[in-house]
């Protein structure tokens, strides 16, 4: 990002910055140079000028601004976030140290219960219709002894499901205070940065554009070019080379003159003319 130039305030910061302009015109009979909010230019009005110069008056921050988006993607960067890594686990793909898959258990801990009470109910069904057959089939009790061994199993699986779910809640509960934290508060030094950046938005760029824009009298709120005493910001650009005039009664006296060459024609004659 160039210091020099108005920064690109990313979307997410722009409801922030949105923020900061209306606490600036909220709180503008505080400050005694805002005072005139209402008279020529009510709040919504200055709102618009601030909303359509909203480049020009970030970049009385912009080192600010620089140094606080680049400690938040610090903070987000995964080698760097250590909450995520406790809260959400390894990543998907990772392998325990036996080869075998992360959720290889959670798998089998959902399936075994359904494939378990899907015999089950396939074998009572079947035994219970064979023994009202008459005569009696001699498998029909095998089939009914079988098929609550599948009930069994299936009473035991959701047994096993419902305390993985309770030990992963008791684990995880460990971990819930930070993850509520990393979502709803800053790292102190992100939230320092952000301070920082908000107070200097606030004293070097939108007081200063409320203030030029009450005190020109030809200031047009629907106009995006800023109001004309605003010299917070350093210009940029290459001034012009400085001619001076030639200073007074120098003129007739500097111009030069020129003289026409003298010309002689040559002597042309008999011997006796020529020169000696």
Same mark, same amino acid.
């Given at each position: ?9 990313? #979307?997410?910061? $722009? ?11 909220? /709180?503008?009979?505080? $400050? ?9 230019? /009510?709040?919504?009005?200055? $709102? ?31 080698? #760097? ?36 009470? #899907? !015999? ?50 008791? $684990? /995880?509960? !460990? ?43 030809? !200031?047009?709120? !629907? ?54």
């Amino acid at each position: 990002m160039h210091m020099n130039s108005a920064p690109h305030l990313l #979307t997410e910061d $722009r409801a922030e910055y949105e923020r900061i302009l209306d606490d600036a015109l909220r /709180n503008a009979h505080d $400050r005694p140079d805002l005072t005139s909010v209402g008279k020529r230019l /009510n709040a919504e009005q200055l $709102r618009t000028m601030a909303l359509n110069a909203t480049a020009l008056i970030t970049s009385a921050a912009a080192a600010e601004y620089e140094y606080f988006v680049k400690v938040r993607e610090e903070q987000r960067s995964p080698s #760097t976030s250590p909450v995520r890594n406790s809260v959400l686990g390894p990543a998907v793909g990772d392998e325990d140290e036996d080869g075998a898959g992360a959720g290889f258990g959670a798998v089998l801990t959902v399936l075994a219960p359904i494939l378990a009470g #899907t !015999a089950a109910v396939i074998f009572l069904l079947v035994g219970y219709v064979m023994k009202a057959l008459s005569p009696e089939p001699a498998f029909a009790e095998t089939l009914v002894t079988v098929g609550w061994f599948f009930g069994a199993l299936t009473a035991a699986g959701l047994l096993a499901a419902a305390v993985g779910l309770l030990i992963a809640a008791l $684990r /995880n509960g !460990a971990t819930q205070v930070p993850a509520e934290e990393a979502g709803g508060e800053l790292p102190d030094e992100v939230a320092r940065a952000k301070e920082a950046w908000r107070h200097a938005l606030l004293e070097r760029g939108v007081v200063p554009f409320l203030r030029a824009a009450l005190a020109d009298p030809s !200031a047009d709120p !629907a106009s995006s070019v800023p109001p004309r005493p605003v010299n917070r910001i350093p210009k940029i650009g290459y001034s012009g080379p400085d001619f001076s005039s030639p200073s007074e009664g120098s003129s007739a006296t500097s111009r030069p003159t020129f003289t026409s060459p003298d010309f002689t024609s040559p002597d042309f004659g008999p011997p006796e003319h020529r020169p000696e």
